[in-house]
């Protein structure tokens, strides 16, 4: 993982960039994205989405601790309704679902140190 620092309009963000095989993570100013790469190492050409990315798993954006459990395994969420909270670099990160469905499960828990990618929770459709 490296530290980054950037500037916009005179604002000062701070975050980091970290890969694990074929993913690329960003976070930045608290906000996290992810890039797929095909396993070619090179985009196709005219490609507009990220393959192989799955929206009913949560991952972890970086190494760091879990915080907090929003969420537990039966409810159901909405899309970008917040699951988990996990502290990394003294920042704290907030994870939400990318899609409406139920909890499926938690695998993760407060105080838990966890990896880059590590699947935290998953979700049914």
């Known amino acids: 993982m490296k530290k980054i620092e950037i500037e916009i309009n005179g604002q000062r963000m701070f975050g980091a960039v970290a890969k694990a095989g074929e993913t690329t993570w960003f976070s930045l100013a608290g906000e996290v994205w992810t890039i797929e790469s095909p396993p070619s190492g ?56 990318a899609v409406t469905g139920e909890v499926l499960e938690i695998l993760c828990e407060v105080g838990q140190q966890v990896t880059l990618g590590a699947t935290l929770a998953k979700l049914k459709v």
């Open 42 to 97: 090179r985009a196709a050409r005219g490609a507009t989405n990220v393959a192989g990315v799955d929206p009913t798993q949560v991952r972890a954006p970086m190494p760091g601790k879990i915080i907090k459990v929003v969420s537990t395994v039966g409810s159901t969420v909405i899309a970008g309704e917040t699951l988990i909270v996990m502290e990394a670099m003294k920042m704290e990160y907030t994870l939400k679902a």
